[in-house]
């Protein structure tokens, strides 16, 4: 026997130290022994330890988290309670005052841990304690902390450039920085300068340099002799340096005065590569440049498919990520040549950068609870995914993983199962897939480069719950989550959500819907719990939020979904591609689902849902389009009757337009008074079942009651702003059924009621003779932003409407509107003030939304102004307390409308010490 196991009650009653030793003999007799010294509790001590090392180098830029591991020593491991603070024996300490404590994580946003303690770095020392509910034992583990200062980066604005003999040069490295921002050593510039001759590099003949520490350096015209000159910068800060050099060639004449520049000097392998130029010089009229770039090494032919915008014959060039690998030891450099045809003049500068090289040879593996390495899973159990076995340069750690779930061996798209961590391990469950049983499993690490790599593992899931009742899930779902709140970690929390979201995809009936609305609820509480939303907690909020719209949801709590989704897409910097398609999958679900009433006086459901729809679809595509190029590849979605495209185009002339052409078909447009090259952002959703045909006008075809809107917004590098004057306007057509509702063509469109058919939930006009009818108008509206309300466009009135024949009358089919700017469009309905609502009771007030409201005339209340106030009342008493406005007139023993002066309507007359309005009635005569 290799093993034994002692069971719990063993040594019940006792407590102290019991010594176990384990003996081994041999064939020949020979034997060996070893000792084990157990200490005896009277609780359970639970087992904690920290992800990592037990000394971790880190630097103040970066996002700092440690992640504690506890579970208990026997029994359950619920219940758990994490607590964060200084060992006693820290070196240095700091204030944990809104940094969340009580979770299995701590977490720093960048630049919070100061690197420097007096004349030394900082060093701190973490604890984590942890209890068992119940337990009076303390579990703990430390972690150190090492601040390590971060490297300085030099920058020479320009780049490699020509200028000419008799030209004054400028060196500029103001751009160089500090990552930690520290105060306390001062920058030092040093400057030099070289140039080979007779295969020699000696320092340049005849430059001197004012100061060595000088940011700025002016060399005089005609210092420098023809050819090429080596400008170096040391930038350096106490025991810190960083080095950066440019090449100036000097020749005859005066080129034009061309620069050239990189965002970054090391780019990660999954972002865009952006280089700019520009010709400096007021004297230059930028409309003759004439560009091109090259690549020098040449690697690359700077091809369409290479390139992202504008391509490789404009100021800027943009390389689309991952088209230049990895390898930091590999220094690219891009050459931009100018032409200005009309100054007869050509100039070049050239920049260089390098792609830094990711992480590598890690793997993934999953282990069972029990420790077993596994690739055949069941769903709603607790597994690990272990990212280990990365190598990568010293500078560019520690690494930070994020884990990924896909269905399918080759998946089409990947959900988050976890935030961003510096933990290499996640605990998490998993959803069943909607098909198959084929899942991948992917971890991403990336250094602090921002580089990533990816490895992946396939495996099997199988349903948990197959042929089980509700009840199990329902069971299964609150002790999970138990876990997860226990733990504190919000995206822990988001992942059960989802899991058992997609555990019950689809369901309908009262059980499904009552736990989709706990999940509301919980994902309400884990925004209203987060401080700062990141891109992954916001990425996994989407995806569980889609999940959850998949089924049916109770009552009004679509209004509420929705505007989960218009705080996720608040709460983010950037929307990539996964997020669009989520939040847009969202509500197109939301809005299927719905069911509203816009023209109930009291309901306001229907239009709060379009609102959230319409103010999280505008957000979205301003955030879908931060950071990126002209020309690349548009974020696009649709989902039920919304359909969403948000897309950043150059514009190509300097007085281009819109078209409808454009705006339909290609989604693309030339922003009047721009600057050739400059981008332009369209966004364009359509909400709710809102056809898109390439060839025709917008068509609105509506299968449920809601407002329609088109919103067609434009913006130049992220600022939205209103486009105006198009020569070919952009046409719209709306039903005449709108709002479950028929226009019917007289001198006013007149509003009928329509009946509803659920076998094809259709709306079917109904034109019988002696329907009650309310004369309304119709108006072609844009949204006034200033106003915050709808507002009749005076570009796009009603054109006559498409008719239809309709029982005895001739039914508006469709209503369509032209626009000559862009805005929110839709066709609005006010009531026409002679209509008989009112009753002649009141006036009829104009409403944005159809909505019939009467102002009432004094002493009349009620939707149609159908209440005659105080009528009927036979005693002081019941009269005031039917209306605040209601007096009682002793003498002629009536109940009349009034103020404190007495009654106010008709020929009625009070005096006043008979007239009690407000005060107590008058004491009733004994009997």
Request: net charge negative; aromatic share 6%.
């Amino acid at each position: 026997m290799t093993s034994v196991t002692i069971a719990a009650d063993t040594f019940t009653g006792f407590l102290g130290s019991i010594e176990i030793r384990a003996t081994v003999t041999n064939a020949f007799g020979i034997s060996g022994a070893a000792e084990a010294l157990v200490l005896l509790v009277g609780d359970a001590v639970p087992i904690v330890t920290i992800e990592g090392l037990s000394t971790q180098a880190v630097y103040r830029p970066d996002s700092i988290e440690v992640f504690a591991k506890a579970r208990a020593s026997c029994g359950s491991s619920r219940n758990l309670t994490f607590s964060w603070g200084f060992s006693p024996t820290s070196p240095n300490t700091f204030s944990l005052e809104g940094v969340e404590t009580h979770t299995a994580s701590l977490r720093f946003p960048p630049n919070t841990l100061q690197v420097r303690c007096g004349i030394l770095t900082c060093v701190y020392q973490l604890r984590v304690s942890v209890t068992q509910q119940g337990s009076s034992e303390v579990g703990t583990a430390d972690v150190t902390l090492l601040m390590v200062f971060s490297p300085l980066e030099a920058f020479i604005t320009g780049g490699n450039r020509a200028v000419g003999q008799a030209q004054e040069l400028v060196l500029n490295a103001t751009a160089s920085s500090d990552p930690d921002m520290d105060p306390v050593d001062p920058p030092v510039f040093h400057w030099s300068c070289s140039e080979m001759i007779y295969g020699l590099s000696v320092q340049c003949p005849g430059v001197t340099f004012t100061e060595t520490s000088n940011v700025l350096q002016t060399i005089p015209a005609n210092t420098l002799g023809l050819g090429p000159h080596d400008f170096t910068v040391t930038f350096s800060k106490g025991s810190r340096e960083a080095v950066y050099s440019v090449t100036i060639t000097v020749v005859d004449g005066t080129p034009l005065p061309v620069v050239a520049w990189a965002s970054k000097v090391v780019f990660n392998n999954n972002e865009p590569i952006r280089l700019f130029g520009s010709v400096e010089g007021e004297d230059v009229n930028g409309t003759f440049n004439v560009y091109e770039w090259s690549d020098v090494n040449g690697v690359l032919e700077l091809s369409e498919e290479q390139l992202l915008g504008t391509g490789r014959n404009s100021p800027s060039l943009t390389i689309r990520p991952g088209i230049l690998l990895g390898d930091s030891k590999v220094t690219h450099t891009f050459k931009l040549f100018v032409n200005n045809t009309a100054l007869g003049k050509t100039g070049e500068a050239s920049v260089s950068f390098s792609v830094d090289s990711p992480p590598s040879g890690g793997s993934l593996t999953v282990q069972a609870e029990s420790g077993e390495t596994v690739t055949t899973l069941t769903s709603s159990t607790l597994y690990t995914l272990i990212c280990t076995g990365w190598t990568d340069t010293a500078q560019d750690l520690p690494l930070q993983y994020t884990f990924w779930y896909g269905e399918g061996s080759t998946p089409s798209r990947y959900v988050a199962l976890s935030e961003q961590q510096s933990a290499s391990s996640l605990d998490a469950i998993l959803p069943p897939p909607s098909t198959g049983v084929e899942v991948t499993l992917a971890c991403d690490a990336m250094d602090r480069q921002g580089s990533v790599s990816r490895a992946t593992i396939q495996v099997h899931v199988t349903d948990k719950f197959e042929d089980q009742p509700f009840s199990a899930i329902e069971n299964e779902y609150h002790s999970r989550l138990a876990d997860a709140k226990q733990h504190g970690d919000p995206a822990e929390i988001v992942n059960v959500i989802g899991t058992f979201a997609a555990t019950i995809r689809g369901q309908d009936g009262d059980d499904p819907k009552s736990l989709r609305d706990e999940f509301l609820d919980e994902l309400k509480g884990v925004l209203d719990d987060t401080a700062t939303l990141g891109s992954d907690l916001a990425a996994l909020l989407a995806s569980t939020l889609s999940t959850v719209t998949t089924g049916p949801l109770t009552g009004s709590r679509n209004v509420e979904a929705t505007e989960i989704g218009k705080r996720v897409v608040e709460g983010v910097s950037v929307a990539d591609d996964d997020l669009v398609t989520d939040v847009v999958s969202s509500l197109g679900n939301l809005l299927e689902d719905a069911s509203t009433e816009p023209l109930v006086k009291d309901d306001t459901s229907g239009p709060q849902l379009q609102t959230n729809v319409d103010a999280a679809l505008a957000e979205l595509g301003r955030k879908s389009l931060v950071g990126k190029s002209c020309g690349e590849t548009p974020a696009e979605a649709s989902s039920g009757d919304v359909h969403f495209v948000s897309r950043r185009v150059p514009s190509t002339s300097a007085a281009g337009e819109i078209t409808r052409s454009n705006v339909v078909m290609e989604l693309g447009q030339e922003a009047a008074g721009a600057v050739p090259g400059d981008c332009v952002d369209v966004l364009f959703a359509i909400t709710p079942n809102m056809a898109l045909h390439a060839n025709e006008p917008i068509n609105v075809e509506f299968a449920t009651d809601a407002i329609p809107v088109v919103t067609l917004s434009t913006a130049n590098d992220g600022q939205e702003f209103t486009q105006t004057g198009l020569s070919e306007p952009i046409k719209i057509q709306f039903p005449a059924d709108t709002l479950n509702l028929k226009l019917v063509t007289e001198s006013l469109f007149t509003l009928t009621c329509a009946e509803w058919e659920a076998a094809t939930g259709a709306s079917i006009p109904k034109c019988d003779a002696g329907t009650t009818t309310l004369s309304l108008r119709a108006s072609c509206s844009s949204y006034d932003t200033a106003q915050q309300k709808w507002v009749a466009d005076q570009s796009g009135l009603p054109n006559p409407p498409t008719t239809t024949a309709c029982g005895g009358s001739t039914c508006v089919e469709t209503v369509s509107c032209e626009f000559t700017h862009t805005t929110a469009y839709a066709l609005t309905l006010s009531l026409d003030c002679d209509d008989p609502l009112c009753g002649g009771q009141g006036t009829c007030v104009n409403s944005t939304l159809g909505n019939p409201v009467c102002d009432c005339n004094d002493g009349y209340d009620g939707l149609s102004c159908e209440t005659h106030l105080c009528v009927g009342e036979t005693t002081c008493t019941g009269c005031q307390n039917s209306h605040t406005s209601c007096g009682w007139c002793e003498s002629s023993k009536k109940c009349l409308f009034g103020d404190a002066t007495g009654p106010l309507l008709g020929s009625e007359t009070c005096s006043d010490a008979n007239w009690y309005l407000g005060e107590t009635c008058p004491a009733s005569p004994p009997p």
